[in-house]
Nanobody, 124 residues
Framework: QVQLVESGGGLVQAGGSLRLSCAAS????????VGWFRQAPGKEREFVARISRSGSTTVSAESVKGRFIISRDNAKNMVYLQMNSLKPEDTAVYYCAATESIFYGSDPNRYNQWGQGTQVTVSS
């Protein structure tokens, strides 16, 4: 098992930037595929971005492509989500999730380890 803790959320104006962090416990963090997901009130959980074990492969949702960048630092057991050009529709609780499976996909059901989430609010 891996424990995940998100941080870095907050209130930001539209067009601004925010950097989310996901801190993971354990010495086997580098074996996990990690994804960022978000959920707004009354909406389904939505894929945002994912990253492979080494960080060599990254994928972003179309809604955030060109604005959000996912990265990881396995030496620090950290995954980041740099969010630029934020829009009000980006407002949601953001979660990081992990799976040890070799999974090149965005299905949240394949991610079995989840953090508690961090709130991101973008004002217009």
């Amino acid at each position: 098992q891996v424990q995940l803790v998100e941080s870095g959320g907050g209130l930001v104006q539209a067009g601004g930037s925010l950097r989310l962090s996901c801190a993971a416990s354990g010495r086997t963090f580098s074996t996990y595929f990690v994804g960022w997901f978000r959920q707004a009130p009354g909406k389904e959980r939505e894929f945002v971005a994912r990253i492979s074990r080494s960080g060599s492969t990254t994928v972003s949702a179309e809604s955030v492509k060109g604005r959000f960048i996912i990265s990881r630092d396995n030496a620090k057991n950290m995954v980041y989500l740099q969010m630029n050009s934020l829009k009000p529709e980006d407002t949601a609780v953001y979660y990081c999730a992990a799976t040890e499976s070799i999974f090149y996909g965005s299905d949240p059901n394949r991610y079995n380890q989840w953090g508690q989430g961090t709130q991101v609010t973008v004002s217009s």
